[in-house]
């Protein structure tokens, strides 16, 4: 019955928890490998979790993806979210405009009935080019804003998968490939210890501006993310991990 399936998921949530070092664990019923409505149960599940831990005028910001697209797509108003500003976290890193991380915080904001920001920088930026970007005023405000977010909401990606997606150069596949890269999260690449082995070149939240305070969820689901899920929480555990039943008994099984 209900119950009993509840209390099954309750107890895959706690060893998960504790098997990934997170605060906790939320796991939706089902594999988004397989059907596309888990995502937006993880979506509705990440949603619930901004509700509660955000208060008015809070700023969140958002990476992108199809998970993250998702978690947009089941956003509602909230007496918690008034006036919350929806900001991506990093800027162009090469992904279609539906799923990038621009798209993801104003249709988020527009659902929320919330502001948003944007940050409208180019992909794949030479060193040279970020570093005068970061000085523009608009820029340099809108990074000031970001690294004032309470809150940050990513999704997590298979290196391989997230590399062809972005038509990563040659050069940069050859060495994520050397370097044993088994995860992504929003630009950055990590290996099965959670090490740092790339970083996309773009301007916004750098994983060393995370301190305790940010609250940070993540939103990752499907079996073939076990791995990558893995690995990244090596890294950096999250303050709440949002996943499906097939990632979580895959992750288990690892
Ligand atoms: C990217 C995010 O856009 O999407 C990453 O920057 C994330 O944080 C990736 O790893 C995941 O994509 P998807 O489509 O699997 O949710």
Known sequence: GVMKSVSGLQDLEERLARALHVNQAIIVSGNSDRYSWVKKEMGRACVQQMKEKLAPKDIVAVAGGTTLAAVAEMMSPDSNLEEVSFVPARGGLGEKVEIQSNTISSTMAQKAHGKYRLLHVPDQLSDETRESLIL???????????????????????????????????????????????????G???????????????????????????????????????????????????????????????????
């Open 136 to 186: 523009e005023p608009g820029i340099k405000e809108l990074l000031s804003i970001i690294r004032q977010a309470k809150m940050v909401v990513h999704g997590v990606g298979e290196a391989e998968t997230m590399a062809a997606r972005r038509k990563t150069k040659a050069e940069t596949l050859g060495s994520l490939k050397d370097k044993e890269a088994a995860a992504e999260a929003f």
């Open 188 to 254: 950055y690449y990590f290996d099965r210890a959670g090490q740092i082995v790339h970083k996309e070149n773009t301007v916004g939240l750098q994983l060393d501006d995370l301190t305790n305070e940010q609250f940070v969820i993540t939103v990752a689901g499907g079996a073939s993310k076990a791995e990558a899920i893995t690995a990244y929480m090596k890294h950096r555990p999250s303050d709440v991990l949002i996943t499906d039943e097939g990632a979580a008994q895959a992750i288990l099984d690892l």
